[in-house]
C-alpha cells in the first residue's frame, strides 16, 4: 500500500464518522480592540475612571430705592388773628441685597459600564466610600459617556458626561459641627436670620 492510498483510507475513515469541524470567526466584533491602541471600556462590566473637576458659581443682586414727599400747607385768618401752619412727611427706603454661592469639587471615581446604548454610548455608574479619621465621604456618580470621550487610558471627564448626577456627601464630626444649630435653623425659618 503506497503513501497516497493510505492517505486517502484515512480521510475516508474520517469522513465515516459522521463528525466534522466547523470553524469559528477569529474576529470577534463586539469585543476587538486594535493591537496598537489601550484597552478602554466598550461593554457592560467594564470599568471606567471618571475624573471630577465640577466648578459652580451664582450671583443675585438686587437695589431698590423708594422715596416718598407729601406737604401741606394751611392759613387761617380771622379779624386780627392770623395762623399759619406748615405740616412736611418725607420717607424714603434704600435696600441692597446681594447673594453668592460658589462650590467646587474635584476628585476622581471608577465606574462600571451598566449598559452600552444602541448607538454604541456607554450609561455608567459607581459609588465611593472614604473614611479618614471618622469621617465618612460617599461619591456616587451616573451619567452617558460616549466613546469618543473616553481617553486612552480609560478616563473622561464628567463635564463630557450626559445626565451626570454626582452626589458629595460626608458624614462625621466635622459635617455635623458645619450644620446649623435648632436656634439657627428656628430663626431662619422665621426670617430672623
Known sequence: MSMRSLSAA???VAASLGGYAAADDLFRNDG????????TARAPGDVLTVLIYETSSATQSA??????TSRAAAQVSAGSVEEAGRLSIEGGFDGTGQSGRAGRVVGQISVRVDQV?????LRVSGRQQLTVDGERTWIRLRGIARRADVSADNTVLSARLAEAVIDFEGKGFAARGARPGALDTVLSWLGLL
Do not use: C, E, F, I
Open 10 to 12: 484515512l480521510v475516508l
Open 32 to 39: 476587538w480592540a486594535s493591537l496598537a491602541s489601550d484597552r
Open 63 to 68: 437695589q431698590r430705592r423708594t422715596k416718598k
Open 117 to 121: 446604548l444602541p448607538n454604541g454610548d
